[in-house]
């Protein structure tokens, strides 16, 4: 590289001295062109035609060859071109040989640049070695650091919990043992119950954290630390119990001072302080079960003394609705029922049989319990219903506000059935004291409905402490409704119809009783479908029924027979009817009984009026079945068709008067009365068809009244209906 450069340049300095005397003849003029022919002669020709055979398809060969030119004139041309070729090259050479020099001196520059450069990079490497060297040694240091600090923190972190969890600082020990004594305002003095504040349940919780610490780990047992710190801990601890159940216990005892808002100090007082029951629970068991057993005990009788004092406020209120002599089949004479005016309202009588304004207390389920003094004020009086209702509302709401308050305070729903027996037990008298003496069917069928709302409302707040007393209410209620029942049952069966009969077509006394105690129990088995009381309705209705058939058989016509039968089944159906019950099943079959005796009357008034011509047309088959022989003659219907058309109206108007007397319904008779004066005029046209087939019946024409008179007088009397 250095070489070629230098010689260029002796050349470029020779050319300068020498351009004028260049001569390219001299250069070329010593080329021995002849030798080189000779020497060419005698080159041996051997191979020569295999050579010429390979280069046959050769453009160049094919063209010598083909010309006829000689190898010899033709190669000694192609080297003249050469030659000239080569001077003209050499003296292109010669014409550049200063720009060559120019580049000859820059690529020495830049040789010595790069010489530069590469020393200088050469030792960039050398130190760049020497750092990398040293960073990887301060990297080694930095992890050995790292692992060291890593180690030092998690042995700084564990000692440090270790000492925060086993040291007792000085303000725990103030806090626990010293505490704040509370003023005595009363007194002057100073109460030196414990003051148990915020601050100090904080204590306790790290007390208890403490206290957990050093029993759950096995190697802080075996710590030499324990062994200062553990007596100082167990006596904080004994010094906090001691405390807690002083506290806990006044406050327990405020409990039972006289009208006192339990559920008011259990949520706004007791419950801030529960963290010292779970002390309590998990550091000392013996004294827990002290403070369980005390709150059991204070509940129980303060709950007990609230629901006895509240049953004998209720008993107060009450109003007796029926006795054992109220019963269906019993004669009113023999009730006394004319003496116990006087003593109770005629309102509450009546709501013996029937439900009326009672049924309310269903729609008031949900409603706050009475307040007995406010009710004794107004000198208010309720059926027992009403009063039970009220006791047992007060009971599931005091019941769950005591679950709830146990299961959050205690963390024991078990605590709830300790604390209840008492108040249980007290309900509990009281109620079957009430049960063994009511007589109230529809009461106890009521207090059944609330038993089962109340089931309800205790299902859906999700409070299931009450389960078993609901149901037992509900076992006790429904054997008594059965007794009861069975009474009123009873009572229709072993009637004496004799001394229940009246000489009087109007409903009995006994069937309204029937009707509106039938209609109660219906309408409060509507939401229910009790398939058993259905059956029990059902052996009443027959039990009536036959009774009712007993007394109308006392009357010595038929007709009355019929008409007080009429009368008792319409005003049955009329009660079932406005009790909005749709009577059920009895319903239907009191209509189709009064049906078919609504049929009975009809006949039977018409044949005390109109017998003649209705015997007449019975006996006279159809027209279609007429013989000669069956024909009747002018003679047979003459005194028919003028004895009707002299009395006919008359006749109607009896009929009228009879049956306005006869029915208590006046809708009802009108609809007799219209069906028997339908009947009446297709006997009559019977007969008109009658006189028609007879031969010189046209003679009777003039004595025949027309179908356009009767069915006048037919829609007279519908109009005033």
């Not at 005629?346 to 008031?364: C, P, W, Y």
Request: charged content about 30%; hydrophobic content about 40%; proline content about 3%.
């Amino acid at each position: 590289m250095e070489a070629g450069p230098a010689a260029a340049a002796e050349a470029h300095d020779d050319g300068r001295g020498q351009r004028e005397r260049f001569d390219l003849g001299v250069l070329v003029g010593d080329l021995a062109l002849d030798e080189d022919v000779a020497s060419d002669e005698d080159e041996s020709l051997e191979g020569l035609r295999q050579e010429l055979e390979d280069c046959k398809d050769d453009e160049e060969v094919a063209n010598i060859l083909a010309n006829g030119i000689k190898l010899r004139d033709y190669t000694k041309g192609v080297e003249n071109n050469i030659r000239q070729i080569e001077l003209d090259s050499i003296q292109d050479y010669i014409g550049e040989s200063e720009n060559l020099v120019s580049l000859h001196d820059q690529i020495h520059d830049c040789d010595n640049i790069l010489s530069q450069m590469e020393t200088l990079l050469t030792g960039f490497q050398t130190e760049i070695g020497s750092i990398s060297s040293e960073i990887k040694v301060l990297q080694e240091k930095s992890m050995d650091m790292g692992l060291k600090l890593k180690n030092r923190k998690a042995a700084e972190c564990k000692l440090s919990k270790f000492v925060e969890d086993i040291i007792v600082p000085p303000r725990m020990i103030d806090i626990i043992v010293d505490g704040e004594p509370i003023p005595d305002a009363p007194t002057g003095g100073i109460n030196h119950c414990l003051k148990v504040n915020d601050e100090y349940m904080k204590t306790l919780e790290t007390l208890s954290r403490k206290i957990k610490f050093i029993e759950a780990d096995a190697m802080v047992k075996s710590s030499k630390a324990l062994k200062d710190v553990q007596p100082e801990v167990e006596r904080l601890r004994q010094k906090a119990v001691s405390k807690i159940f002083e506290f806990v216990i006044q406050k327990f005892y405020a409990l039972r001072k006289p009208k006192t808002n339990i559920q008011i100090l259990q949520q706004s007082v007791l419950l801030k302080y529960k963290y010292t029951i779970v002390f309590l629970k998990e550091h000392a068991k013996e004294i827990y079960t002290e403070v369980r057993a005390a709150y059991i005990d204070t509940m129980n009788k303060v709950l007990s003394a609230h629901f006895r004092a509240y049953i004998q406020a209720l008993e107060k209120l009450q109003l007796d609705i029926a006795t054992s002599t109220d019963l269906l089949g019993v004669e009113t004479r023999s009730t006394g029922f004319l003496f116990t005016i006087g003593k109770e309202p005629l309102k509450s009588r009546s709501s013996v049989f029937a439900l009326g304004e009672r049924i309310n207390i269903l729609k008031e389920i949900d409603q706050p319990a009475l307040i007995p003094h406010i009710a004794e004020a107004k000198s208010q009086k309720y059926p027992y219903e009403v009063l039970f209702r009220s006791l047992q509302k007060l009971l599931i709401d005091t019941a769950t506000s005591e679950y709830l308050f146990s299961d959050d305070f205690f963390g024991e729903e078990s605590l709830f059935n300790d604390i209840f027996a008492g108040p249980i037990q007290v309900v509990d008298e009281h109620f079957n004291a009430v049960l063994l003496n009511c007589y109230d069917a529809i009461g106890i069928m009521l207090m059944i409905r609330i038993i089962h709302q109340h089931q309800l409302i205790m299902f859906k707040r999700r409070i299931p402490c009450l389960d078993s007393y609901l149901d037992k209410v509900n076992l006790s209620l429904w054997p008594r409704f059965k007794m009861v029942f069975d009474l009123h049952l009873n009572s229709l069966r072993n009637a004496n119809f004799k001394t229940l009969w009246e000489d009087d077509v109007h409903p009995h006394y006994v069937m309204r009783r029937y009707a509106e105690f039938t209609a109660s129990l219906v309408h409060l088995n509507v939401e229910y479908g009790d398939g058993q009381l259905d059956l029990n309705l059902e052996r009443l209705r027959m039990a009536i029924e036959d009774l009712l058939v007993k007394l109308a058989k006392m009357f010595p016509k038929p007709k009355l027979q019929t008409v007080f039968l009429i009368n008792n089944y319409d005003l049955t159906i009329s009660i079932l009817k406005e009790a909005g019950t749709e009577g059920g099943k009895a319903q239907l079959h009191f209509e189709e009984i009064l049906k078919s005796n609504i049929a009975i009357y009809v006949e039977e008034l018409l044949l005390e009026h109109f017998s003649d011509l209705i015997k007449f047309v019975k006996a006279r088959p159809s027209e279609d079945t007429a013989t000669s022989s069956d024909k009747a003659s002018v003679s047979d219907v003459e005194p028919l068709v003028k004895d009707f058309a002299s009395r006919w109206k008359a006749a109607i108007e009896l009929m009228h008067k009879d049956v306005i007397t006869s029915f208590s319904n006046f809708l009802c008779g009108m609809e007799i009365l219209k069906a028997a004066l339908t009947q009446l005029l297709l006997y009559y046209t019977r007969l008109t068809e009658c006189v028609k087939r007879i031969n010189g019946g046209s003679a009777l024409n003039k004595d025949l009244v027309s179908i356009s008179s009767i069915l006048y007088e037919i829609k007279k009397y519908s109009r005033t209906f």
